[in-house]
């Protein structure tokens, strides 16, 4: 029979991959031929050019890296692909990990010859959203028909929840993977759980671990004992040393989790000595010295998601651990630490390694199979529609309903009866008499603990029986989710390197939004290279530049039936489903035209040349900023610059460049890296600054006031009143973008007051004038500020006007505004 819920769940791991069925109230994860629950996520080309996944292809990581592939999760949603050497087949991250959900598929079909169809798909929560659109792309090409994606912690929370009796709890999930690393902070409400705040790195997990093991010990040593001076990972010539010796230092990292030592003793070729052997002892305390920047790199994101929603870590009842590094006994006790770590308690119940699948095929238990909807050939005249969760905390869920029969069919005095056979005594809802049209509505009463069935009884006005399809609907007493919020916020980049935002972090799924934005160049539709185009950025910050930038939308000159000039609307909405998948539709009133799937996601290649050049500056900030934080002795400034130190930012951005040439992951490691650098930085940088904000909030307001006094009609003094008072709760709040935002809103009031007066462009034309040198065209500029003249000594304030716009548009990047005190 035909499932009516998908059932199948699915942990699509960096590392290790499982598929797991929820069968009643029970979960099992399937075990491969050799027994093993999980499946490492490896693909490997062979000499005939079949394709291996799992265990066989992990092994070939060591003797024949050029041909076997790992961790292209991380790779999810860029433009990287894998080159298998020997055949010269390139396959895209979406396309290797569709080979590891094929391979899954195929342990179930070994095991108990079911065809999975359906299968929900467990994704980091921290990951973006080309990233989820990558593994929709991978679940597709791997044949599943409905592949909805659920975020790793709400997984792992629900394989806890769901058959748990705990309320009005806050959980924290840890979740320490391969590559990823994800905390969240869970609520457990009336057999709801949701989740209430969440903070992660894409770029931190076990295999930093291994890599900061080669880095720190393994390849000094082997300079040391061999004399191989330039042996690293920036020379082309030891990849496949430098491959080894990494997964050697995982295997010596999973055993220095029951032992206190390890002796490896490795194989490598090395110039004039193409059969060294290497010998190490790696003792517990290395590791530990090792692990800790990354443990406690973690450790702050916990403490940053708790203190967010002004949660103390006594609120919380316990911590559950997710992930193979969470079997490293040093992490668990930093963790349970409660000075330098959480000082939660520890919650390891279940498998860390399959909490994921297990909490996946609990939520696929909710989730209807769309394909079985379809009717089936039961030769029953009547099928009902159904309104009903199959999964819910109520032991008394409501049913809802229509029966249809044939067209001519009128239900008058017809029945439905739901029996419970499997309950001592069996329960029975009682005849329920349908509606003409067929509809109902009652309650059920099921046991928690086990799946109910409920048989159907359906009898005409006479009370014959009738065969219906479905004959019977199960439903288990169990907690569930409420809509997974979202991540991160989205948003499209401005001009002015602000951020028009769509979604808010934590917005509810799915969502739908529209808004009109304005076209930055004109469009011609002959002109082949025009494109309207406008960047869509995932992030928190209000600035544009410090978000991740993951996709364009996009309507080319030739899509375009007429010319669209610069400055026209284009009404945009994103709608975005509960697996976070993003579709955006473009109207030009212009053109009166719709444009469909006008967005493209997807990741930039990372340039590490440009990561190297950026990283410089930003270490010259730190320095300076370094000075002034000292200077100043401000807390908070103090506390940042501490924090770079200790998770030894600026010593990731570079490992993770020098390593850029044999680890693709590296690079955008590194870039993402920079990334929280730089936010440090501005944190530090804003720390620093605020008093001299603050005294220009002073200045600010005060010539806010004079304007007023020379100026002001009715109607203004509220309007500075109100700025005032905004001003005033941001300064008390100590927001440094909240206050920069209102000193913004404060100044385009004061500017329209004294545009109105014709001063105004008087003042943007003197401003534009200092800026001549970086115009463009030269000699155009001249002959605007000619004109610019003319118009002045004339009061011709629209004159003015036309000068200073295109005099602004001569310049590379939007002019700052003129300085209010020049007004005065
Ligand atoms: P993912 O979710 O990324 O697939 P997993 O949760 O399967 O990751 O964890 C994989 C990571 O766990 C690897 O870095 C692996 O080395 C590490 N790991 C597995 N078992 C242990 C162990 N016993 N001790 C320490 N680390 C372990
Ligand atoms: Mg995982």
């Known amino acids: 029979m035909a499932r009516t819920t998908i059932d199948f769940g699915i942990d699509l791991g960096t590392t290790n991959s499982e598929i797991a069925v929820l069968r009643g109230t029970e979960v099992e994860v399937f075990k491969d031929n050799e027994g093993f629950e999980f499946t490492p996520s490896a693909v490997w080309m062979d000499p005939k050019n079949r394709l291996w996944v799992g265990r066989q292809a992990r092994e070939k990581l060591e003797d024949d890296p050029q041909n076997a592939f790992c961790e292209f999760k991380l790779q999810m949603g860029t433009p990287e692909e894998k080159v298998f050497q020997r055949s010269g087949r390139r396959m895209s991250p979406e396309m290797l990990s569709a080979e590891v959900l094929k391979e899954l598929r195929s342990v179930v079909k070994h095991r108990t010859g079911e065809d999975v169809e359906g299968a929900v798909i467990t994704v980091p929560a921290a990951f973006?959203?080309?990233?989820?659109?990558?593994?929709?792309?991978?679940?597709?090409?791997?044949?599943?028909?409905?592949?909805?994606?659920?975020?790793?912690?709400?997984?792992?929370?629900?394989?806890?929840?769901?058959?748990?009796?705990?309320?009005?709890?806050?959980?924290?999930?840890?979740?320490?993977?391969?590559?990823?690393?994800?905390?969240?902070?869970?609520?457990?409400?009336?057999?709801?759980?949701?989740?209430?705040?969440?903070?992660?790195?894409?770029?931190?997990?076990?295999?930093?671990?291994?890599?900061?093991?080669?880095?720190?010990?393994?390849?000094p040593a082997v300079r040391r004992e061999f004399g191989v001076r330039d042996f690293g990972r920036a020379n082309p010539l030891y990849t496949a040393a430098i491959a080894k010796l990494k997964l050697e230092a995982e295997k010596a990292k999973v055993k220095l989790s029951a032992r206190e030592s390890v002796e490896l003793s490795v194989g490598l070729s090395l110039p004039g000595n193409p059969q060294a052997t290497f010998d190490f002892e790696i003792k517990r305390a290395d590791l530990e010295r090792i692990a800790e920047p990354f443990i406690l790199r973690s450790v702050n994101i916990c403490r940053k998601v708790l203190s967010d929603k002004r949660l103390a870590a006594s609120a919380i009842e316990?911590?559950?651990?997710?992930?193979?590094?969470?079997?490293?006994?040093?992490?668990?006790?930093?963790?349970?630490?409660?000075?330098?770590g959480l000082g939660i308690q520890l919650e390891a119940k279940v498998d860390p390694l399959t909490v994921v699948a297990r909490g996946a095929a609990v939520f696929a238990g909710t989730q209807r199979n769309k394909s079985a909807s379809a009717p089936i050939a039961s030769g029953a005249q009547y099928t009902l529609e159904l309104e009903y969760k199959p999964i819910g905390p109520?032991?008394?869920?409501?049913?809802?309903?229509?029966?249809?029969?044939?067209?001519?069919?009128?239900?008058?005095?017809?029945?439905?009866?739901?029996?419970?056979?499997?309950?001592?005594?069996?329960?029975?809802?009682?005849?329920?008499?349908?509606?003409?049209?067929?509809?109902?509505?009652?309650?059920?009463?099921?046991?928690?603990?086990?799946?109910?069935?409920?048989?159907?009884?359906?009898?005409?006005?006479t009370g014959r029986k009738l065969p219906t399809d479905p004959s019977a609907i199960p439903y288990t007493v169990g907690m569930v989710i409420t809509e997974q919020p979202l991540i991160h916020s989205v948003g499209v980049a401005t001009a002015s390197n602000e951020v028009k935002q769509f979604f808010e972090k934590g917005a509810p799924l799915p969502a739908r939004k529209r808004d009109v934005l304005k076209t930055a160049f004109a469009v011609s539709r002959g002109n082949a290279g025009d494109v309207i185009r406008i960047p869509v950025v995932e992030g928190d910050s209000p600035r544009a530049d410090r978000n991740r930038r993951i996709g364009v939308l996009e309507i080319k000159a030739h899509q375009v039936k007429r010319d669209v000039p610069a400055g026209s609307d284009v009404e945009v909405t994103l709608d975005m489903d509960e697996s976070r998948l993003l579709r955006v539709k473009a109207y030009v009133p212009v053109l009166d035209e719709d444009f469909e799937d006008v967005i493209t996601l997807g990741y930039e290649k990372t340039d590490a040349a440009e990561v190297a050049k950026a990283l410089e500056?930003?270490?010259?900030?730190?320095?300076?900023?370094?000075?002034?934080?000292?200077?100043?002795?401000?807390?908070?400034?103090?506390?940042?610059?501490?924090?770079?130190?200790?998770?030894?930012?600026?010593?990731?951005?570079?490992?993770?460049?020098?390593?850029?040439?044999?680890?693709?992951?590296?690079?955008?490691?590194?870039?993402?890296?920079?990334?929280?650098?730089?936010?440090?930085?501005?944190?530090?940088?804003?720390?620093?600054?605020?008093?001299?904000?603050?005294?220009?909030?002073?200045?600010?307001?005060?010539?806010?006031?004079?304007?007023?006094?020379?100026?002001?009609?009715?109607?203004?003094?509220?309007a500075i009143e109100a700025h005032e008072a905004e001003i005033k709760a941001a300064v008390q709040a100590k927001d440094p973008d909240i206050l920069r935002r209102r000193l913004d809103e404060l100044r385009g009031t004061v500017f329209r007051i004294l545009d109105r007066k014709g001063i105004m462009q008087v003042m943007w034309f003197r401003n534009l004038l200092g800026m001549i040198d970086q115009m463009r065209d030269r000699s155009l500029a001249e002959q605007l500020v000619a004109r610019g003249r003319r118009a002045m000594d004339g009061n011709d304030v629209e004159g003015m006007r036309a000068v200073n716009r295109q005099l602004a548009g001569l310049l590379p990047t939007a002019p700052p505004p003129p300085d209010l005190s020049t007004v005065l």
Request: aromatic share 6%.
């Open 617 to 718: 500056a930003e270490k010259r900030r730190l320095e300076d900023v370094r000075k002034k934080a000292e200077a100043t002795d401000d807390d908070d400034a103090t506390e940042a610059i501490a924090r770079i130190d200790a998770e030894r930012m600026v010593f990731q951005v570079e490992g993770g460049l020098v390593a850029a040439s044999g680890d693709p992951d590296a690079a955008q490691k590194a870039r993402n890296r920079l990334g929280d650098l730089r936010a440090a930085l501005d944190q530090v940088e804003d720390a620093v600054e605020w008093p001299a904000m603050v005294a220009e909030a002073d200045r600010m307001t005060s010539a806010a006031r004079e304007v007023l006094k020379e100026h002001g009609e009715r109607g203004d003094l509220g």
């Open 318 to 340: 316990r911590l559950i651990l997710v992930g193979g590094p969470t079997l490293m006994p040093y992490l668990r006790s930093r963790l349970a630490d409660a000075v330098h």
């Open 128 to 219: 973006e959203l080309p990233q989820s659109d990558a593994t929709n792309k991978a679940a597709q090409l791997a044949g599943l028909k409905q592949s909805p994606l659920l975020q790793e912690p709400v997984a792992a929370a629900l394989a806890y929840g769901f058959q748990s009796l705990s309320d009005r709890v806050f959980w924290l999930v840890y979740d320490f993977g391969g590559g990823t690393f994800d905390a969240a902070v869970i609520q457990v409400r009336d057999g709801v759980i949701q989740v209430v705040n969440h903070g992660g790195d894409n770029h931190l997990g076990g295999k930093l671990i291994d890599w900061a093991l080669v880095d720190e010990l393994f390849i």
């Open 394 to 461: 109520d032991t008394e869920p409501v049913v809802g309903g229509r029966v249809v029969g044939k067209a001519s069919d009128v239900l008058t005095g017809y029945t439905i009866e739901f029996v419970n056979t499997d309950a001592r005594p069996p329960w029975k809802s009682g005849k329920i008499g349908l509606a003409p049209t067929g509809t109902f509505v009652t309650n059920l009463w099921a046991e928690r603990g086990r799946a109910n069935k409920f048989e159907i009884v359906l009898c005409d006005a």
